[in-house]
């Protein structure tokens, strides 16, 4: 087998290392990330802040593309989310799933988070996987004062499905 000359064994040794410490670097990243999702699904918000003065990146996802945000959302754990938000989170980051906080807080009827992603500037016209804004399953699963607050916004935003023929609601 042929030999490389040294200068070129010293180039490409110098590449590989150079190729490899900003993956070293990056996992360090993604298990900061990763323990910051995992405290926001736990609701453990001194973790949370810790993780995030520390500086683990606020919009990391896992491996089913969920944000800490919406981990955080998924236990309704609304002193988590609040500061994940006032942390520059994004409301409107869907996962895998196309769940967001803003979507999935409208689903479950988390009236508090409705309300802090509306404050940070949720899409109204977003859609689930199956279509729908977050106005539609909080009316199907009875959530009133999750339909009034979403229906208290500018009769511009969209409240109807890809699979039905009107608006739930308008603003009077």
Known sequence: MPTLPIARRTLLAAALAAWTLPMHAQTQTNNADQALISAAARGDLPEVQRL????AGVGARDGRRRTALLAATQ???????????AKGADVNAQDDIQ???FLLAGASGYLEIVRLCLKAGADLKSRNRYGGTALIPACHHGHLETVRVCCSKPRSTSTTSTTSAGPLCWRR
Do not use: F, R
Request: charged fraction near 5%; aromatic fraction near 0%; proline fraction near 6%.
């Open 52 to 55: 995030l003065a520390a500086g």
């Open 75 to 85: 236990g309704n754990h609304v002193a988590v989310a609040a500061a994940l938000i």
């Open 99 to 101: 769940d967001s906080p």
